[in-house]
């Protein structure tokens, strides 16, 4: 296939492909859709059915999850982190709320919970995709109000520490506010946080 799926000038027939599926490792991770080990919770690259597949990851309780995904059951998320983005510690926490989401979505029911940081956090970057949103997890509570050190959720402080979901993809609403006529609000999110298909197990709690 001549094609570059994930936009990085390589072919994606010249691009690792460890299943021989036809598809980029990359193009894979990066279009996961729900199907088993399409994703790749620990970050490196592989998609975790390959990880799985080739014995550089283990699956003991066969859930189709990398043990090495499967101990967390907390996840963090700090917009200011500059650690190794795994979002397993406060120091290492995510940048993106929906990296998070993606791999407590692809732990088999392991994560239980995500605490984030104070911060501002979007459904996509710049210019993004309207249609996204922060889909909400059956089993998986998200916490926001931290300050990125908290041990214990009764730490939190939601008031000193304000975690702020925004549609404003382009950081531009005040302006558009301002000058009246601008036609910026028009790039927002059409839904910042969706629930549908979830239970009363999903939560959302702290968050502005």
Known sequence: MDCNGNGN????????????????NACEIMDCTGEAGCGDCNNNNVPDGCDLTAGTSTDGNGNGVPDECDTATRLFVDVSATGGDTGLSWVD???????????????????????VANGTYRPAGVSGDRGASFQLLDGVAVYGG????ETTLAQRDVTANV?????????????????????????NSYHVVTGGGTNVTARLDGFT
Do not use: H, K
């Open 93 to 115: 926490a995510y940048n993106d709320l929906q990296d998070a989401l993606a791999m407590a979505g692809a732990s088999g029911g392991s994560v239980t919970e995500i605490w």
């Open 146 to 149: 931290f300050a990125g050190s």
């Open 163 to 187: 975690a702020i979901l925004s549609g404003d993809l382009n950081n531009d609403d005040l302006a558009a506010v301002e000058q009246r006529g601008s036609g910026v609000l028009n790039d």
């Open 9 to 24: 000038g390589v072919l994606d027939e010249c691009e690792p492909d460890c299943d021989g599926d036809g598809i980029a």
